[in-house]
Each structure stands twice: as C-alpha cells, then as structure tokens.
C-alpha cells in the first residue's frame, strides 16, 4: 500500500478496505507492505479493524509494520537512484513472499501462532495469579473481621480438616484459616459455611452472618470451576471474550454468574431480587429477549438499554443517538474488563436449525457492536442439576440487605 495523506484522507479506504486487510494480516493470512510515498500524518493516524481471534475491536497505525521508506523520509524526498533503489527492494520482497510454497507459508503461520499463544498465555498465567492473590487477601480479611464467630467457623470446619484452632486473632490466623479453607473440596466447603450461617443465624449474629455471605461468594465460585464440579477448560475460557457464543456447563442464570466469577477469581455478585425465591442473574449479566416466534423486532434496543444500566455510562450520555452510546457502553465494557469483570449476554439457542440459524445472525450483529461482550449459551439439561445446587447455597451467597 502506498501511503500518502490522499490515502489516508480516504473514507473508503478506511472504512472498507483497510480493516479487513489488518485482520487478515492479523491471522498470517497476508503481510502488509506498506510504501511511505509522501509526507503524510500516518503516525498519528490509527485505524480500527475486527481481531479474528479475539473479537475485539483493535487499532493499529501502519508505522506499525516494516515499510519502504520512512514517515520522516518519505520516497518522494528521495532523489532518483534512491528512489529505483527502494523500489528494486520492495519487487524483490514481493517475489520472495510469492515464491513461499504454501507448505512454507503455513509452517511459517504456525510457528507465528505458537509465539503468539505462548505469550499470551504466560500474559494470562500472570494476571490469574495476581487476580487469584487479590482473592485471598480479601478472604484473609473477611475471616480478620469474624471475632466472636470464628469459632463457630473453625469448630465447623475441625469436621473436615485438621486444623486447629488457634487462640490467637490476628493476619497469621486467618491466613492459616483460609488456606484449610481453600484446600476443601466444594461440597466440603459448601457444608461448612452453611453449618456456620445456620449457627449464626440461630445466635442471632447478624454482623458474623453477613461476614459468612461474603466469604462465600469469594470462595464457591473459585472452589466450584477448579474442582470436579465443571467440565471445563478455564484456562481456554480465560481468554476472553469468546469469538461468538461459548457454551458453559451452566443450566441457570445464577449459575453462569458461579462459574464467571470462580474463572476470573473474583467475588460473586448477584443483582438484588424481589423475589424472595427467585434465580438472580449476575450484577453484569443480561438476558437477550424472549423468543416469541424468533426474535423480538426490538430485542437490539431493549439489550442496549439493560447494557447501559448495566455498565452505568456517565449520566450526560443518555441523550445520544444509539450508535454513539453502543460506543460508549462497548468503552464501559471494556474498563469492566480490565478491572477483572466481565460482562456478559445470556442466550438460549433454539433447537429449530432454521431459527438457531436467524438466532445466531442476531447475535453476530450484536457481537459487532459490542465486540467486548462475552456471550454465554446454557445447557437446558442441567437446569434441574443447576436448581437443586443454587437453593443449597442461595442464603449464603445473597447480598444481605442492610
């Protein structure tokens, strides 16, 4: 490509042709050439394209890749023997990459694939253990704060573990605590901090109650996704988001919310219910509308207002038109993100190809608006699995109200 400002200026060229160029290149597909021709603004000049592996938007500037010529010294500042020069260069490059066997180029494509996961997943190993050491601090502080409950905590858990109490209070105790804690299987765990609720609630100690609820939604989550509980492969799903729509072993709203806070090692957070025995979806999670033969002709408006209040934009974007607001939630997503919550659209795929087909055309249009948006199907074989487990452990992992 021959880089001028007459090129960049170009709407066509931006909007059109560049971004499924950059992508392609992104998957080792083509290799991007670019001639600095003129003087030009191209290294302030980005441009946004779709990453095929990840689905998120991304920006790139073309100074970016290994170019003939310079943005300081364009090929038209060249005099004439080092202009011939560096075009005899840029033909040479070309038939060398048109010279690959295409046995050649996909070896090439691989090793490049390779480089590029081992990075990512050393990238990711760090920030899971960094998110997983955030978790346990705040364990340790939830078990400093229990004071007189402790011990109704620790005789619980002498049931499954051999500690033993400690007449000390203190960081050094509650740090011992939460690594028993932490060592139990889920359904140990799950029996021990109801045991411990139940006692509590009978004490009428309310503040050691509430203090029980908050452990809980640290250490199910975790606990439930790295033990035998779930099939399935965090570290893949750790990846985030999805390209389209990943299918969780998660039967019910409330599950979905288990399972994404055990994999991002965060607390658990469920959106209040009025319902005294209803299933709470997630604090950011949405449901996609109804089906009601297909999908509802307003499902894209009725989303982007339950993503707005969800991902809370400042309060002076409310008047803007639907595109600069699926921009603004799509930069709200994204902070979530960074900060270790992911936001997520529940869906049910439909069993009828030809409305499964419409289904998922729908739900492309979606992912291109919000690219960052994690899109989880359920399995409707394990709703009655998924029931009995969320009324087990739904007193102690409500939010209590104050």
């Known amino acids: ?26 998957s080792n597909k083509v290799t991007v050439l670019p001639v600095f021709l003129s003087p030009s603004t191209v290294e302030k000049s980005g441009i946004e394209f779709l990453n095929p592996d990840t689905g998120k938007k991304e920006v ?39 010279a690959k066997n295409p046995t050649q180029v996909e070896e090439e494509v691989v090793v490049n694939k390779v480089v590029e996961v081992q990075k990512k997943n050393k990238k990711l190993n760090a920030e899971s253990d960094k998110r997983l050491k955030k978790l346990k601090k705040s364990v340790v502080y939830s078990l400093s704060k229990l004071n ?4 109704v905590l620790e005789d619980h858990l002498s049931n ?17 605590l939460m690594e ?28 050691g109650k509430q203090i029980v609820t908050k452990i ?19 570290s893949q799903f750790e990846i985030s988001p999805g390209s389209l729509i990943r299918t969780i072993p998660a039967g019910l709203v409330s599950i979905v919310e288990l399972i994404l806070a055990g994999i991002d090692r965060r607390e658990a957070f469920y959106e209040q219910d009025n319902e005294e025995f209803g299933f709470p979806v997630g604090r950011y999670g949405v449901q996609l509308p109804a089906l009601e033969s297909g ?20 309060t002076e974007t409310s008047s803007l ?3 600069e607001k699926d921009t603004i939630i799509e930069n709200q997503i994204n902070f979530f993100m960074k900060e270790g919550y992911r936001t997520y659209l529940i869906c049910w795929l439909p069993e009828d190809e030809g409305e499964k087909s419409r289904y998922i055309t729908k739900i492309e249009g979606i992912k291109r608006c919000y690219p960052s948006l994690e899109i989880i199907s359920l399995d409707r074989r394990l709703m009655p699995r998924d029931q009995k487990l969320f009324n087990e452990i739904r007193k102690i992992m409500r939010q209590e109200s104050q």
């Open 321 to 323: 038109s639907s595109q």
């Open 160 to 176: 499954y573990s051999d500690y033993k109490a400690s007449n000390k209070a203190g960081e050094d105790t509650s740090k011992q």
């Open 180 to 207: 028993r804690l932490m060592g139990l299987s889920f359904e140990h765990l799950k029996t021990v901090l109801l045991q411990t609720y139940e006692e509590l609630e009978e004490r009428d100690n309310q503040s």
């Open 60 to 98: 790139i500037k073309l100074t970016e890749f290994q170019g003939f010529g310079t943005p300081k010294k364009t090929l038209e500042e060249h005099n004439s023997a080092k202009k011939k020069r560096t075009f005899v260069e840029l033909a040479a490059r070309i038939r060398e990459l048109a």
């Open 148 to 151: 007189g409950a402790l011990p």
């Open 1 to 26: 490509m021959f880089i001028s400002e007459h090129f960049l200026a170009s709407e066509f060229i931006n909007k059109y042709e560049l971004p499924p160029l950059l992508a392609a290149n992104k």
């Open 216 to 234: 809980s939604r640290l250490l199910l989550p975790w606990l439930f996704v790295s033990s035998e509980n779930v099939d399935i492969d965090v």
């Open 295 to 314: 999908l509802q002709d307003r499902a894209e408006e009725i989303l982007r207002d339950d993503l707005f209040l969800k991902t809370k934009p400042p």
